[in-house]
């Protein structure tokens, strides 16, 4: 389940896929949707208008502009094993050591493979700073 920013909107994802916007003012369901084949794991809105949605089953994530009522981009990630969100980028861990950046404009995209197997991705308190652990032991800053 995702808040939206205004506290007005509600996501709420479902075990077979599913997606539902409900409008928190009146009770109701404004949208219905079904982005992935499996189990919704993560939910969180970006920068207002746009909802990230992830299912580790299905190896994938989506981006939906709630303004337009359009799926805008579905990424395949293979081996996806965890999904973060910031403001407009989307931090991927891929089965191992690949680490992705992407953001919600498609000209950002970065890939990072790192020598040993990443165990932990976080934000700093200030929302400013990145991290991951590596099994080594190394930790990785991006800013």
């Known amino acids: 389940m995702a808040v939206c920013n ?5 996501a709420v994802g479902m075990a077979n896929g599913h ?7 009146i009770g109701k369901i404004l949208w219905n949707w079904r982005p ?11 920068n ?3 909802l990230n949605c992830a299912s580790m089953q299905d190896s ?17 990630s293979t081996e996806l ?13 891929n089965g191992g050591n690949l680490f992705s950046i992407s953001g919600i404009d498609p000209v950002l995209n970065t890939k990072v493979n ?12 200030n929302n400013k700073l990145f991290l991951f652990c590596l099994e080594d032991g190394s930790i990785y800053i991006y800013s």
């Open 6 to 10: 205004d506290e007005k909107q509600v």
């Open 19 to 25: 997606v539902s916007l409900l409008d928190l003012r």
């Open 36 to 46: 992935h084949e499996g189990d919704i794991s993560y939910l969180k809105f970006l």
């Open 48 to 50: 207002g208008n746009t």
């Open 60 to 76: 994938s994530y989506s981006l939906w502009n709630m303004e337009s009522k359009n799926m805008d981009c579905i990424r395949k």
């Open 81 to 93: 094993v965890d999904i973060y969100s910031q403001d407009t980028y989307i931090f991927t861990m």
């Open 114 to 125: 790192v020598k040993s197997q990443i165990t932990k991705l976080s934000f700093a308190e």
